[in-house]
Structures are given as structure tokens and as C-alpha cells.
């Protein structure tokens, strides 16, 4: 018994040494954790700022407005203070003669033979652009391009050295939460450090190419065109735009992202202006409705509403292609597609697939110039209709009728335009509810043209006899077209 009990006591003792060396490494563990924490977040960023502020300048431009003739933006038109206002500026020589204004904003060195990227807003009309440089020194910058979408422009100095630039980094890599650094020219203060977080990532503000990352790192105005850093001193965002009812940072900042501003400046470096691959349609994004109208199983891709002459059209492409992916790569929508397509050099001949009548298609296209088809006017490629008497019908909520002389004239229709003219809508059906109004052209039913009454009613029979539940309708309206799906449900 006193054996037993000499066992049972050591195996006690052994179960409680291990149990204490558990908790120990459990504890020295946490005590790592911590220590790894405390060295991965710095106590300060002031040596990262040191690091990066020399690449970072000060904008100032000059500009020379025309004097102006009377008071106007003082007092109104007519006013009896009008005559005053007017003497008033002629003896401080504010009348006909010529200003200078002046604006600031930031910006940031790229490489070090004095390249310098900054807002094109920052610069736009100026007749003298002056780069201030974190040491004092100032030079006057060269204009090499802009880029008016993007809100891009390049400037080049000619310094006496090597001047201290900063690199681009990955802005896909950018996550939200991830602490960054704004800097530049707030209000004109002059050089200054603003800290924060990644709050959002993709946002899209008014234009075609937008990408921006949001930060709450305080951007106010003459941060325009200055850089948004991450950890390791790269730049991955040129500080925009900000949202504000008041003009001053309220925490939402704009910056637009690296891996669009670097293809811009590559182009604008090499060539001097922007060159973007363009496919030549008009699209407009897949609703649950239209997928269901036409048999697509996927919310996806980008679906054309017009062909103009161009790339597209020698492609084969069609009205009513649903463009699935675009050189390889799925179309989510029609802002990807836009972005992707622009990013794609000109004359490069892609694959495109597309989905068309239940079955997808592909085609090979060889891209044009977007800047080269900017302005141009889209051809008429449908046949002229031959006149026929009015008729008129009501379905789904809409009132319609054949294109008469009178009804062309009145809608000022394109010559040689096919379809029916929407005369009057139910204010109370689905058809008003998703944005149909008199006036309207209706150009294709179920993804066929239609030229008449009796056109529209067999593209409706054929849709519900193939078990459809909604009819996809092409309209116009002043000639820019879309897509609309009505439910065919009683």
C-alpha cells in the first residue's frame, strides 16, 4: 500500500510539472505575440515621413484672365448700383485689363530626371506652373500631357542633380483598414502630414476609368494631385476629390489608385497623351429581369444596346450580345468592361465571347483608338422602312403606335429608323415604373427588330410560347438606346 501511494503521489506531481509547463509556454507565447505586435506598429511615423517628404512639392499656377466689361457676379443686370460698382473698378484698374490668378495644389516626384505626377485639375488652363520643393528650392515645370479622365497630368523639371522620387505600388494590395499617409498643400500651408486608414476600396465617383481608394486621412484643398502612401513609402493613390457639405475634410478623401494612374503616366511619358483600346458599342449592365428575357443563367456581362461602325461592327458583333468575357477575362459588368477595354492597347486583336440567341459566340476584334472615335457619329445601319398606314395598339401598359411621317418629325427619329413609337404609358404599370415615357422608340421586341404592330405581337406570342416570363424591349429615346424587360404576368 505505502508503494502504491509513493506512485500515486510521484504520477501527481509529474501531471502538475506538466500542467506548469504548459501555462509557462502558454504565457511566454502571449508575451511573444505582444512584442511582435508592439514592433509590427510603429510608435510613431515620423521616420517614414522624413523618408518620403522630399519627393513630395508644392504646385502654384499662374493664370492670366480677361478683364471684364461691367460688374458681372457683383451685382445683377440693371441693378442701380450697377453704374457705381463699375467706377469702383475702374479706379482700381479692375475694368478691361487682364488678371493673374494663382491656385495650389501638391504633387509628387516620379523618377529622379524630375518627372512629377499631380491632378490635371490642379494645372488645367495655367500659363505658368511652379514646383516648390521640400528643401525651399523652386523650378518651373514643363506640361508633358494630361488626362482629363482620370484627373492625371505629368510635369517635367530640370534640376541641377538626382532629385529624391518616391516609387508606385500596388493599390490592388491596398486593404481596408490598412494605415496610410496623405501629404501636400492643405489650404496653402505648406508642406503636411495627414494619417489614416484604407476605408474603402473601388469606389467610382463620375467618370468612365474611375478607381479610388477612400481613406479618412485628412485631404482638404491644395492636397489635389499629392500622394497617398502606404507603410513602405510607396504610393498607391493620388488624392483626388473629397465628399463635404462644408469644403473641409470630414473624413471621406478620394485617391485614385495607382494601378490606374501608372498606365496613364506611362503613356503620357511615351507619347504625350492617353492611347486606350476601344471596342465601339454602346452597353448597359444585365438586370435579374433581362437575364431571364433572354435565357441568360447568370446576372453577368455587359449587354449591347448599339453597334456603330467600328471594331465591333467588323467583328460581327450584334445588338443584343451579352459580352460574357473580353481577352479572356469574365465580364462582370459594364464598368469592368469599360476599364478592361481601355487598358488594352490599341490594335491589339482580342477574343471576344458572347452570349446571342441561347448560345455563346466568339469573336475576334481588333481594337481602335477611344480618342481617335470621341465625337464621331454613330452610322445608320437599318434598312429604310417602307411607309405604311398608323396603327395603334395597347399591351403591357403602353399605348403604340407605327412611325408615321408625322410621329418621325415630331420624335426627330433617325433617318432609315425601324420600330414603334410609344404614344402614351399607364402611369400605374411596369412599364412607367421602370422609366418607359411617350415619345419613347421601341427598335426591337424579344431581340428582333420590329417595324410593325403585327411584328411586336408575334415577337410576343413566340416569347410566351417559349415559356418566358418577361419580354426584353429595345428603346430609344433622342437616339441613345437600353434595354427594358416587362414581366409578362396578368
Known amino acids: 500500500m505505502q508503494r502504491q501511494a509513493i506512485a500515486l503521489s510521484r504520477q501527481l506531481i509529474d501531471v502538475n510539472y506538466i500542467r506548469a509547463l504548459w501555462m509557462g509556454a502558454l504565457a511566454l507565447a502571449f508575451v511573444l505575440v505582444q512584442t511582435v505586435t508592439a514592433t509590427a506598429r510603429p510608435e510613431s511615423l515620423a521616420p517614414l515621413a522624413e523618408q518620403i517628404s522630399p519627393s513630395v512639392v508644392n504646385i502654384t499656377t499662374s493664370t492670366v484672365i480677361e478683364g471684364r466689361t461691367g460688374p458681372q457676379g457683383v451685382v445683377p443686370e440693371g441693378s442701380p448700383f450697377e453704374d457705381f460698382f463699375r467706377e469702383f473698378q475702374d479706379r482700381n484698374g479692375q475694368g478691361d485689363r487682364p488678371r493673374r490668378s494663382s491656385a495650389l495644389g501638391s504633387g509628387f516626384v516620379i523618377s529622379e530626371d524630375g518627372f512629377i505626377v499631380t491632378n490635371n485639375h490642379v494645372i488645367e488652363g495655367a500659363d505658368e506652373i511652379l514646383i516648390e520643393f521640400f528643401n525651399g528650392d523652386e523650378l518651373e515645370a514643363e506640361l508633358i500631357g494630361t488626362d482629363p479622365n482620370t484627373d492625371i497630368a505629368l510635369l517635367k523639371v530640370s534640376a541641377e542633380g538626382p532629385l529624391p522620387h518616391v516609387p508606385f505600388g500596388n493599390s490592388d494590395e491596398a486593404r481596408v483598414g490598412d494605415w496610410v499617409i496623405a501629404m501636400g498643400n492643405p489650404l496653402g500651408q505648406g508642406f503636411s502630414v495627414s494619417a489614416g486608414i484604407v476605408s474603402a476600396r473601388n469606389r467610382a465617383l463620375s467618370g468612365t476609368y474611375d478607381d479610388y481608394i477612400q481613406t479618412d486621412a485628412a485631404i482638404n484643398r ?29 473624413g471621406i478623401g478620394f485617391s485614385m489608385a495607382s494601378n490606374v494612374v501608372t498606365r496613364v503616366v506611362d503613356q503620357l511619358q511615351e507619347f504625350g497623351e492617353t492611347r486606350r483600346g476601344w471596342l465601339g458599342v454602346r452597353i448597359q449592365d444585365v438586370t435579374e429581369d433581362i437575364a431571364e428575357a433572354i435565357g441568360l443563367e447568370e446576372v453577368a456581362g455587359a449587354l449591347v444596346t448599339s453597334v456603330p461602325e467600328g471594331p465591333a461592327l467588323e467583328s460581327g458583333m450584334q445588338d443584343g450580345d451579352v459580352i460574357l468575357s473580353f481577352a479572356g477575362v469574365d465580364v462582370a459588368d459594364t464598368r469592368g468592361l469599360v476599364r478592361q477595354v481601355g487598358n488594352s492597347p490599341v490594335g491589339e486583336t482580342v477574343r471576344v465571347v458572347v452570349f446571342r440567341d441561347g448560345e455563346t459566340v466568339t469573336l475576334r476584334v481588333t481594337l481602335g483608338r477611344r480618342e481617335e472615335a470621341e465625337g464621331a457619329t454613330p452610322a445608320v445601319a437599318d434598312t429604310p422602312a417602307e411607309p405604311e398606314e398608323a396603327e395603334t395598339k395597347e399591351v403591357l401598359g403602353l399605348t403604340l403606335s407605327t412611325l408615321t411621317d408625322e410621329l418621325i418629325e415630331q420624335l426627330s427619329v433617325g433617318e432609315g429608323q425601324q420600330g414603334l413609337a410609344v404614344t402614351d404609358v399607364d402611369e400605374t404599370s411596369e412599364a412607367y415604373e421602370k422609366g418607359l415615357r411617350a415619345g419613347d422608340v ?6 428582333q427588330k420590329i417595324a410593325s404592330i403585327a411584328d411586336f405581337e408575334t415577337r410576343l406570342a413566340e416569347v410566351k410560347e417559349a415559356g418566358r416570363k418577361s419580354l426584353l424591349l429595345l428603346v430609344r429615346r433622342a437616339g441613345d438606346p437600353r434595354f427594358v424587360a416587362l414581366s409578362l404576368a396578368e
Open 222 to 250: 491644395g492636397n489635389s494631385g499629392g500622394p497617398l502612401f502606404n507603410m513602405d513609402g510607396q504610393v498607391i493613390g493620388v488624392n483626388t476629390a473629397i465628399l463635404s457639405p462644408n469644403g473641409g475634410s470630414i
Open 442 to 447: 421601341i427598335t426591337e421586341a424579344g431581340q
